[in-house]
């Protein structure tokens, strides 16, 4: 019989800006990010040994340079124990969201009890896309400028009829969104202040998401650049910002967490991966939540709280519509602590960010919710949906 994998607790750094005059965490590096967030997990739960981890998986999208296998160098880096294995896993955006997958699979199959997943991405020190060289053959195949990620999105706004004004009330629901829980204090189940810098280079501990805009606009957002098409839809405002940040959860088998006293919400039911067309790659999430439904023999309905990352808004709200989640911003039981329009968006962070951000509105914002949906798109078509159930 399967055994049941639980949620014990999810951290993440704030999501900094990743400019280099302004950025917040501009004078850190991704271990440093990635150690804080290993360190905020052992210190909130002093039931749990470090050396009693069965592995540690990290999800990052772009592995080269300083992120080069960066779940272990920031293991090794953060003095934790050398026997315990880690492995640092690639599905571009949805990465942090496999390494969950990798976890709550091994509890399930008793495998291991403990374990730590989670995801890192710092985009202002390994540029998106950096060193990456697709093969020649891949162009025969597909329109070489079709595949990065900005024509995507319009593509997607195009063949799924979105129109700038809907993806401005997404945009602004986000904002708006972000803001409230950040003022609410909703945020402090799962930020751990780090240490980073102002823009005028004073030193402060960074307890808050950087690209929260509060005054947010739908009129300034009508008239912004197209930089990805001319005369497109998709502007910066619709687009998930360039983002520094890293997170983890501590995922347990059900039994061992109440030997060690350690409690819990919510328990992992199903993870889904799907492929799609690279040049719609936003629509990963419809065809893998649409594959989870069907599984499982479940519809739009039965889900009481949803985080879709929004990579663009274009794709956020086609994949919502084509599933029957929602029909348009403000949007009723999705990203209600705002999405990665406004809380940032690091590339392989977000997947294991929205279960961590899922796991607090559940607990916290919907307590009666029963069933959670996170899910996510990734850069050359793939899509990774999990669903988590109440306990
Ligand atoms: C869209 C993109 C190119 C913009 O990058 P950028 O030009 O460096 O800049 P910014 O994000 O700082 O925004 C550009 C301008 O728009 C403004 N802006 C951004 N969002 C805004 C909003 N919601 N309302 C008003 N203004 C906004 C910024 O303030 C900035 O103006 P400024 O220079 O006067 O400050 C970049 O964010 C991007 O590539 N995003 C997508 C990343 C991606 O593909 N991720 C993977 C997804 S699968």
Redo the contacts with the bound molecule.
Sequence with gaps: MLKECVIVDGVRTPNGRAHAEKGWFRKRTPDELLTAVYDALFERNKAVNPEEVEAVFIGCANQIGMQNDIGRLAWLAGGYPEDIPTNTINQQ?PSGMSAIEHAARAIRCGEGEIFVAGGVEDMLNVK?GMGMEPPMRLYERYNPMELP??PTAEKVAEKWNVSVEDMIEV?YYS?KNAAAARDAGKFAHEIVPVEGHTEEGEKFMVDRDQWI?DN??RE??AG?PT?FKENGVIT??F????TQGACALLLMERGKADELGLSYHLRYRAGVMAGCDPTVMGIGPLNAVSKLFKRYNLTADDIDVVELNE??ASQALACLRELGLEENAPFKKTNLWGGALALG?P?GESGARIVITLNNVMKYERPEAKLGLASL?G?FGNGNATLWEKV
């Design positions: 955006c998106m990620m900005g945009a904002h805009r947010i606009s300034q957002m912004m930089p910066a405002a687009s998930s910002p360039l990579a663009f968006h590339l798109c850069g």
